[in-house]
């Protein structure tokens, strides 16, 4: 019997209420326990492990598939099994963060964000078989249970105690930024480098100079693909891995299994040259991994021959339930109580309005998930309106915080501007958030209700899964996302942001439920999770995804396989081997070069047993592409090399425009198009012709002829006419036009144009490897350019000053202009005239009434500068010396990755021995 798919059909709530730190609220008293048989070897496991012997050759087995049909097998009931866990002594564990062996300087800097001890959980995972000598650790809790700190602590002690380095790795930019910028806060002083790895973010010098370093997943592969080719993989200690269980994802989830097989598979290969396992541990690179409580978990860490820990713990209590009618229910359907009424509601649709007041007046926040962006604008606009009225009305006992303003101010001044929905709906404690705004403005917004200035926020489901945003209330609008009922591990993201640990005594989270919905509702919460499955499985031994051949062609590239018996080693490692027969890998490891070597991404030698990959398979691999998309890139930009139009940038563009970027602009207004088409100049329409684009083509998209997407012909030119759209968008932006006004030009919105351009900056990235690689040298140059250029919006000769990652396009160009043309002018300035230019690029607003200013008489306040990353406005002078200290440490940076560092040197005094203040100097100093 498999235990992976003993437990696949386990429903959740069974499957919660069975594992270590169960809630005891009423609802999981009643439940009936379903499986708490077959999970009490995962309970054995954790309750075990801190009563082993230190070096028992016990202590580091994982109890796996095998083991745990015994141990289901030894009782059907499993009863005594379960009886001897709950009489079993509880094990004496210092929950005190100092005894754990942080550095005394790591453990204050806990101590200031209020961390001083471990949650029990944290403390019997942390102490669970020899993962505090390097065992690998996979573990589950729910949200806001504390996952992260068990995973901090290991990466500091590995960094710290073996002198290797961590990688954290996280899904999104979004949160990787977040989880850098607060690593970097806490360690401040600490000795600790960290720095990260995301989007356009890249430390100076790289991870040399860091102990830590924040990743996504595509950067973390990159960058370990590195080390193993430079054979410095040695140098790293330690890997977290957030969200595991993303691996089965069908967009990005092979990334992460492609990445812990190569580690896997190294590990092995360097473990089988260790005699002990204390060395073993040592010279290995750990893998701690993080995952929602996913039925095959232990499938999952037997593979990874991880520790595994379980629990449900959390911090504060949380409490799920549904309203249908006006009546609010439990999961089991039991009524407790009527949604209170509020006496001057006048649109309250479905009651969440009243639910939304119900928790603001009562000093609390909500989140409130919708499908869709225009139902968060809508619903937004609603409670805005209502809690203005409520306001009004002094017996309702509600006012609007006076900190509403300060939001608005904020995001008046942010590069967008204000947008014209939020500048109704932010002033009444009001907020939404989705894809279509802009970074900047949805940093401002999560700023506001983190601080309590805003008191409702509602979402899209992305938040759920990005940035760390919880709130007492939670209220999902509706099961249904993307016309069908949402899965299970969605629900449980949204629901788990219920509760602010430290501020809230429980949370509560409300599906919306309409009589029509109530079986798909109870379908929702009586659901499996879904097991994760590799992304990377063969349907049979010949017919291989194309993840794989990548994941095969990476391993020849960085020189960890040179022949096919090294690929038949490697596949042995991967999630997908256990359940193969292992005779089928030498075919398929056959099968997957015969495919690669057909594409000229390797070359197989008359022996027919070693490799090597071709300089198109090592473009490939270094530029991040898949084997498909890679053998069509190199094909156009082949094609182009020898017609490259360079009478403007618009050529050059279009081909760093990647092809997934078309979707969204997939609703244009061809009439508009083509006006737009006619407007531009002789020099432009050139590019247009060598890629497609003419009059005959756009009317042709006018009229409907190329509609028709079963006719591959009409599909082509409709990608090449929209593709063409994305490069003259691109155009504008490079040259500093302003992201609200391209948006209103292309008719695109700013959110979705701002994804845009860092997906156009990351892909040119892409592009300019790619070519050098290929020894294009000179195509190389030119795109190079282009990857910071469209990623901030501006010009050649901003180049360096936008290094500086506080400042905005706008504020570089006033820099600029006031002669602070790089980092050492800059560096080097007076602080006045720096603050003067980030004045001059900080928007004007009247304060006449009429004119969209706070009505106010009297001499205006004094004009502050909000800095980008940093949400609050500050006088010029405080701003500049930011400003300066970011490119004295950038300058720094680039001086240590070359080996040099500057010494600072305080003149004697003059006069012979006047205590006038001479101004140091810095020079050079070798290391």
């Not at 959740?12 to 809630?23: I, M, N, Q, R, T």
């Not at 000093?363 to 409520?390: D, M, N, Q, R, Y």
């Not at 256990?578 to 075919?587: F, H, K, Q, R």
């Amino acid at each position: 019997m498999d235990l992976m798919k003993v437990v696949e059909n386990v429903p959740v709530d069974a499957l919660k209420a069975s594992l270590p730190g169960a809630s005891s609220t009423a609802s999981a008293r009643n439940r009936p326990n379903h499986v708490a048989p077959l999970l009490e070897p995962i309970r054995q496991m954790n309750m075990e492990s801190v009563h082993r012997k230190p070096h028992s050759a016990v202590q580091s087995e994982l109890v796996g598939e095998g083991n745990a049909t015994k141990l289901l097998a030894a009782s059907p009931e499993c009863s005594s099994s379960s009886s001897t866990a709950s009489t079993r002594p509880e094990p004496e564990i210092s929950v005190d963060l100092s005894a754990w062996g942080l550095p005394e300087k790591v453990v204050k800097a806990y101590q200031k964000i209020g961390v001083s001890s471990l949650f029990r959980w944290q403390a019997e995972c942390l102490n669970k078989g020899r993962v505090l000598d390097g065992r690998n650790l996979v573990y589950s809790a729910p949200t806001s249970a504390g996952k992260t700190l068990v995973s901090e602590i290991l990466l500091l002690k590995r960094a710290l105690e073996t002198g290797k380095k961590g990688l954290f790795i996280l899904p999104f930019v979004a949160v990787a930024r977040e989880k850098m910028l607060n690593l970097q806060r806490v360690f401040r002083g600490t000795g600790i480098k960290i720095g990260g790895m995301m989007g356009h973010i890249y430390p100076p010098g790289g991870l040399k100079l860091l102990d830590i370093c924040v990743c996504t997943i595509e950067k973390a592969n990159s960058l370990i693909n590195k080390m193993v080719s430079e054979k410095q993989l040695g140098q790293l200690g330690v890997i977290v891995v957030d969200e595991l269980h993303m691996m089965g994802d069908s967009g990005r989830g092979y990334l992460i299994e492609l990445l812990l097989t190569k580690v896997q598979h190294l590990n092995k290969i360097r473990a089988a040259t260790e005699e002990h396992e204390a060395e073993r541990l040592h010279n290995t690179i750990q893998i701690i991994g993080m995952s929602a409580t996913l039925p095959n978990l232990p499938f999952v860490a037997k593979w990874l021959d991880a520790e595994l820990y379980v629990t449900d713990f959390r911090p504060v209590p949380l409490y799920e339930n549904v309203k249908l009618g006006s009546a609010i229910y439990d999961k089991q359907w039991r009524k407790l109580r009527d949604v209170p009424a509020i006496p001057g509601l006048k649109h309250d649709p479905d009651h969440i309005v009243s639910l939304c007041f119900e928790t603001v007046s009562a000093g609390h926040g909500v989140l409130v998930f919708c499908p869709f962006k225009k139902w968060c604008e809508s619903l937004a606009g609603i409670i805005a309106k209502e809690f203005t009225v409520l306001a009004a009305n002094e017996l309702s006992g509600y006012r609007i915080s006076t900190h509403c303003k300060e939001v608005v101010a904020q995001l008046r001044d942010s590069p967008a501007g204000l947008d014209a929905q939020l500048a109704r709906t932010v002033p009444a404690g009001i907020a939404f958030h989705h894809a279509g705004l802009t970074m900047e403005e949805r940093d401002i917004i999560e700023a506001g209700f983190r601080k309590g200035h805003l008191n409702v926020l509602i979402a899209t489901t992305t938040l759920s899964v990005g940035v760390n945003l919880p709130a007492r209330r939670v209220i999902i609008r509706s099961p249904m996302f993307m016309n069908k009922v949402m899965d299970v591990l969605s629900y449980y993201q949204m629901a788990g942001r219920a509760g602010r640990k430290g501020v809230d005594t429980e949370g509560e989270s409300i599906m919306i439920c309409k009589d029509t919905e109530r079986p798909k509702v109870v379908t929702l919460f009586t659901a499996s999770l879904v097991p994760v499955v590799s992304c990377l499985k063969p349907t049979t031994p010949s017919k291989v995804p194309t993840e794989l051949n990548r994941a095969i062609l990476e391993i020849i590239v960085n020189g960890a396989a040179g022949t096919v018996t090294d690929l038949v080693y490697y596949l042995q490692s991967t999630f997908f081997s256990a359940g193969m027969d292992s005779t089928t890998y030498p075919l398929m490891a056959r099968g997957i070069v015969d495919a690669l070597a057909q594409k000229e991404l390797v070359f197989l030698a008359e022996d027919q047993e070693s490799l090597r990959a071709s300089q198109l398979g090592n473009a490939v691999v270094w530029s991040g592409l898949s084997t498909s998309e890679g053998f069509s890139i190199f094909h156009e930009l082949d094609r182009a090399r020898t017609q490259l139009n360079l009478e403007t940038e618009l050529h050059l563009l279009y081909l760093i425009t990647p092809l997934h970027l078309v979707d969204h602009v997939s609703s244009l207004d061809w009439y508009h198009y083509m006006m737009m088409w006619e407007q531009l100049p002789d020099s432009m329409k050139k590019v247009g012709h060598l890629v497609g684009v003419d009059e005959s083509r756009l009317a042709a998209a006018i009229s409907g002829r190329l509609s028709n997407e079963s006719n591959p012909d009409a599909v082509r030119q409709m990608g090449c006419l929209r593709r063409f759209y994305c490069a003259m968008i691109f155009n504008e932006l490079v040259h500093e036009a302003s992201l609200a006004s391209v948006a209103g030009k292309y008719q695109v919105n700013k959110g979705m144009l701002q994804a845009m351009q860092q997906g156009a900056a990351t892909y040119s990235g892409i592009i300019m490897r790619f070519c050098k690689e290929l020894g294009w040298d000179y195509m190389s140059t030119l795109v190079e350019q282009f990857q910071s250029r469209l990623m901030f919006g501006v010009q050649r000769d901003l180049i360096e000053l936008i290094r500086i990652q506080s400042i905005t396009a706008v504020q570089a160009r006033k820099l600029f202009q006031a002669g602070f043309t790089d980092l050492k002018s800059v560096a080097e300035a007076e602080v006045a005239p720096i603050g003067e230019a980030l004045k001059d690029a900080t928007p004007f607003n009247s304060k006449i009434p009429g004119t969209g200013g706070d009505n106010i008489l009297g001499p205006p306040p004094q004009k502050k500068v909000l800095l980008k990353g940093i949400l609050e406005p500050m006088v010029d002078i405080e701003a500049a010396r930011v400003v300066m200290a970011e490119a004295q440490m950038i300058l720094a940076t680039d001086l240590e990755a070359n080996g040099y560092r500057l010494v600072e040197i305080t003149p004697p005094a003059a006069n012979g021995g006047s205590r006038k203040r001479s101004r140091s100097k810095t020079k050079l100093a070798k290391y």
